[in-house]
């Protein structure tokens, strides 16, 4: 059991190959979020222009993102549009399937936020003679950010974890890497330190979040 | 050939799309039954680890408590991998249909029992008192009085939650499952067409887009007024 799940000899040998795979998750990581906070932020700013004709197809939009499964989505860029002539690399598909698809996850999100802010403070704001888009960065998204941290942070993790699916168009993340050092070394202990570097990366994360999450269910009676 | 028939020629091309559609068809079914039985198993579980946390006996809470943060903090491809690619050198060796199932059903667990959880703790303590005052049991108090309460404010992030690990079924095809994406994939490297592709992509739209939209509708009709 030891010998095949925790061997020390294949964890030295492989250890160089997972930790270029853990920089380049982090890496990864550091582009796609800021990619769909950016992107949710588009779609929720759009969707306070409160006028049906705008409102529908950015629903239409987020729900059609939250059906599609990213894998899915990333496999059609990956292998679908070269067919039409255009090749794009791994990275690039990745970067593009998370925009789209996480984008949509924080546009919920921020819209959620913006809508909990009270219109009176958007009144108040505007009769001090604040225009809309000074109104809306000073007084309406500062408060709107804060009121859905505790989603905005659980879905930052969710990202995070999601990179993981870069390795199956060969992006060379921790477990793209650690899939090659167990093909090379016929031993799952790569894998199993794969594992073991998401679980002490993103467990902090997990506490604070289940935290702030019992926190804020409890606080809403 | 002017660009737009060579495109639809391409990506929507009739030939190859009536050839491969059993086998999407049979990549549908193979999905709606690896989803259901996430769903049901991964709820189920979720809620039998939510109702023994509140027995409240310590050692036990803690493993709960552990498990719950392990399956959080493990992208579930990586579970699924090491699931189908490492147990066989322990002894079992689970199908790639199992090793997806079951490591979709314990991420499923564990999220569904942080908010049964949240649910449960949301309840004032002066209920459970007073309902165990008026003669009530644990349990009766429990079924009876907590766990309506505490269904009504766990079913929005509840829904979106299992939706979003539902979907994670594609993942199974990283482990030759033969579901949707399996399907759409090998017939378009036996067609040399992306075809398919598109055929599986409307399955995956069809499937899931009405439960997203039943999701937002339920949000709305179980959020608490301001």
């Not at chain 1, 190959?17 to 769909?36: A, D, F, H, Q, R």
């Not at chain 1, 950016?38 to 705008?54: D, E, F, K, Y």
């Not at chain 1, 995070?160 to 090659?180: C, D, F, H, I, N």
Request: net charge positive.
């Amino acid at each position: 059991m030891i010998e095949a799940f925790f061997n020390i000899e294949i964890m030295k040998a492989a250890w160089p190959i997972v930790l270029t795979g853990l920089w380049n998750t982090i890496l990864l990581s550091l582009i796609v979020v800021p990619l769909g906070l950016l992107g949710g932020l588009i779609l929720a700013l759009l969707a306070s222009i409160r006028h049906p004709l705008v409102r529908w197809p950015l629903m239409a939009w987020v729900d059609f993102f939250r059906a599609f499964p990213p894998l899915v989505l990333l496999v059609l860029l990956f292998a679908g549009l070269p067919f039409a002539g255009l090749e794009l690399g791994g990275f690039a598909c990745v970067a593009i399937a998370f925009f789209l698809n996480t984008g949509s996850y924080y546009g919920e999100i921020f819209r959620a936020g913006i809508d909990s802010v009270p219109a009176g403070q958007v009144e108040a704001a505007r009769s001090t003679g604040l225009t809309r888009m000074q109104a809306m960065r000073y007084v309406v998204l500062p408060q709107a950010v804060r009121n859905v941290m505790p989603d905005l942070l659980s879905n930052t993790l969710e990202v995070v974890k999601l990179t993981s699916l870069g390795s199956v168009v060969a992006v060379p993340e921790l477990l793209y890497e650690a899939r090659q050092a167990q093909s090379i070394t016929y031993n799952p202990t790569p894998i199993v330190m794969a594992a073991v570097i998401y679980f002490l990366l993103l467990w902090p994360v997990v506490r604070l979040l289940s935290r702030l999450e019992n926190r804020a269910l409890a606080g809403r009676r | 050939m002017s660009g737009w028939d060579k495109f639809v020629e391409t990506f929507f091309n009739a030939k190859v799309m009536v050839k491969y559609l059993p086998d999407i068809l049979s990549g549908v079914v193979v999905t709606i039954e690896l989803a259901l039985l996430i769903v049901v198993t991964g709820l189920g579980a979720g809620l039998a680890l939510a109702l023994l946390r509140s027995l409240a006996i310590r050692p036990l809470n803690w493993l709960i408590v552990f498990t719950v943060d392990l399956f959080r903090s493990l992208p579930p491809l990586v579970i699924i991998v090491l699931m189908y690619f490492g147990l066989p050198y322990a002894g079992p060796a689970p199908s790639g249909f199992v090793s997806t199932w079951l490591s979709l059903a314990f991420v499923l667990m564990a999220f569904s029992e942080e908010i049964f959880w949240a649910g449960i703790t949301s309840i004032p303590k002066g209920q459970w008192e007073a309902a165990r005052s008026t003669g009530l049991s644990f349990g009766q108090t429990l079924f009876n009085v907590v766990l309506p309460q505490a269904f009504r404010l766990t079913i929005p992030p509840l829904t979106n939650r299992t939706i979003a690990i539902t979907k994670g079924t594609a993942l199974g095809t990283v482990v030759a499952v033969t579901e949707i994406l399996g399907q759409a994939s090998s017939a378009m490297s036996n067609s040399y067409n992306p075809s398919p592709l598109m055929m599986g992509a409307a399955a995956y739209v069809v499937l899931f887009l009405p439960v997203v939209v039943a999701a937002r509708w339920i949000e709305t009709r179980f959020a608490w007024k301001r």
